[in-house]
């Protein structure tokens, strides 16, 4: 029984250690995430924002005479105009004018390359862009205010950039690439290699042995949990150290919630691969679990810009639970007793979903 | 000793299985008994798979009776699986393990360590390749691998599905001797699925046609061809169909069958050495032309011809 225990225990993180693809997404790319977006939006970000300017053919056009008298010639593109303003502390902006017609305007727009339009029209500047495009609607703000000559920097108001731990932006990334991480390698790891093992006919060679089925799942549990114990470790350290990120909490709840975290898709993950037979099919499976919640649970951004029917829908997603526990246990110093609910929700459906997976799993 | 000489190691009593319209098993009977090899031979789709999963516990039959040892599935299947040893007809392993590795993972559920490991390199003759990945192997050394761990408990009795299919002669070969070996030194019983006839012959005392879900025919291969009743063969090529004359006066002719593409006749008869003279003045007469003429001993592709109506590799 140790022996067997032992083996597959050793086979299951040889499986994992020696496949470069799996080392690459659960340890080195939630780091390289955290560092590009951490740097992105450090203190002082630097904006760049391009626009197209459609230029009347008359002499007297004013846009002309802007661009001419405001603005420098673009060193590397020709033809193009530059405008650097930099508004100190809400840090530099430059702006890219594209003289160009309005179909080729029209051209870029379609194509994501300029946020804005503008045109001329009886004296007076025309802003064209889609209302609902937030980088649109700053550029417009942006853009107006240079030409129009006002001062973005209102000598009422003054900017204090926040630099408290917990309030910038790289806070409120570590903790949700730390439970997307999660994620990702308890649904890749354990439902996609068990899929994979099926589909191979590994399972039903396994099985028409004496082997021990419990000690099978048992060792690839242990083996992926201690991978997302080395995960949450490796990028904590990373952004200990680069970005000064610590957490304030109890250190007790965290584990608390990585637990219960982990256990909630692994029981996940089980309960997927229970009966699918098909690689195609499980990569489907997961991607269409994975994909939605990555994107509504607010790990890159958050999820309060989402349509108000939604949200209380997004924050009972497992995602949402686990980011945000972790979030509030990073940034917010909370205990156990705060992030109790979340943890009962978690551990009890990840249960649940398990012991259903384990019920209709199929070996052959 | 005697008596458990003489009970059979698996016993499967009418096996029948259906897969939605497909009978992939109409009532099969079979016996094994102790150190006696036994090929099924069938072409593609003759239940073959599903029979010999069937006897391994990994499929249920809708109906019949099929016990190992004495002993039925249900309840005993980890002392079953102590007791045989199998290979299916595709398993993958896993491709970032090496050979030695596998081997250990599978020993390891036998309570076996690495000296037993060693062995079966051995045995199987993968010593050269214990620290390759499974994913670098070539198939017949994954066959090998297989192979391997089939063996790695000792069998009492071996299932094997198609086990040297895709190989190359010398590998098969190889494959052959290894377990030519085991019967001779530990009184193994097989199971084997194949194509080949050729193995059959060489490999297994008895012999178990299946075609459609049916044993066509089962026993020796002296049986067989006893049973059949024919024992020799006549085969030529016609050069002028239209020429070929009426042969329903010859006596001694038990069946004739043409190849429509190649123009080949194929003739079973009782004695080759009093039909051929006949046989030849017969055609002179006719005017009909022949080349490529033959005669031959039956074998097991003839028979199984004469059964089934197709070749085996069809
Ligand atoms: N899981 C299944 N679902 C549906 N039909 C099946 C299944 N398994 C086998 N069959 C059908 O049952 C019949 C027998 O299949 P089986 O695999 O036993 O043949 P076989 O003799 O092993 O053939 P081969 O020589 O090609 O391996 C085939 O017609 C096959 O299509
Ligand atoms: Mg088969």
Known sequence: MLKQFTQLLSIQFKEFFREPGALFWSFIFPILMSFALGMAFSDKPEMSQHAAVVIPASDSSFLKTYLNNNCTKSSSQKNEYEKNVDYKKLGKTTTHFIPASWKESEIMMKRGQIEIILTENKGKINYHFDPANFTSRLAYIIVSGMIDGKNLLSTKSVIKPLQTKGTRYIDFLVPGLLAMGIMSSCLWGISYGLIEKRSKKLLRRLVATPMKKSLFMITMFISRFVFAVLETIALLTFAYYVFDVTIQGSIIAFAAVIISGSFFFMGLSILLASRTANTQVGNGFISAITMPMMLLSGIFFSYSNFPDVMIPIIKYLPLTLFADSLRSIINEGFGVMDIIQPLLILSITGLTTFFIGLKIYKWY | ?314
């Open chain 2, 1 to 314: 000793m005697t008596d458990a000489n003489t009970q059979p190691i698996v016993k499967a009593v009418n096996i029948k299985k259906t897969f939605k319209d497909v009978i992939a098993l109409a009532g099969v009977d079979l016996e094994i008994m102790p150190s006696e090899y036994t090929a099924l031979l069938g072409p593609n789709g003759a239940g073959k798979t599903t029979l010999v999963e069937i006897i391994e516990g990994i499929q249920k039959p809708d109906s019949g009776e099929i016990t190992l040892f004495g002993k039925h599935w249900s309840g005993n299947k980890d002392e079953l699986y102590k007791q045989i040893g199998l290979s299916f007809q595709e398993t993958k392993f896993e491709d970032k393990l090496t050979a030695a590795e596998t081997l250990k993972m599978f020993a390891s559920f036998y309570g076996l360590d690495n000296t037993r490991v060693e062995e079966i390199l051995n045995i199987v003759n993968l010593q050269e390749k214990r620290k390759s990945y499974v994913v670098n192997l070539s198939g017949g050394q994954r066959q090998k691998l297989a192979l391997g761990i089939a063996l790695l408990n000792n069998p009492k009795l071996l299932i094997l599905d198609e086990p040297t299919t895709g190989l190359d002669p010398t590998a098969r070969r190889e494959i052959w001797s290894i377990l030519h070996e085991l019967k001779k030194t530990h009184g193994t019983s097989m199971i084997l699925t194949t194509h080949y006839m050729e193995e059959a012959e060489n490999l297994c005392e008895k012999i178990v046609i299946i075609d459609k879900g049916k044993v066509l025919a089962k026993g020796t291969l002296e049986q067989l061809i006893a049973e059949s009743k024919t024992s020799e063969i006549v085969q030529f090529k016609v050069l002028d169909k239209s020429k070929f004359p009426d042969f329903s006066k010859f006596s001694d002719l038990r069946e004739i069958q043409w190849e429509d593409s190649t123009n080949i006749v194929t003739m079973n008869v009782d004695n080759t050495s009093s039909f051929l003279p006949k046989m030849v003045s017969y055609l002179n007469n006719a005017g009909c032309k022949i080349s490529e003429l033959r005669c031959r001993y039956v074998t097991l592709d003839d028979l199984f011809i004469r059964m089934t109506g197709r070749k085996l590799t069809d």
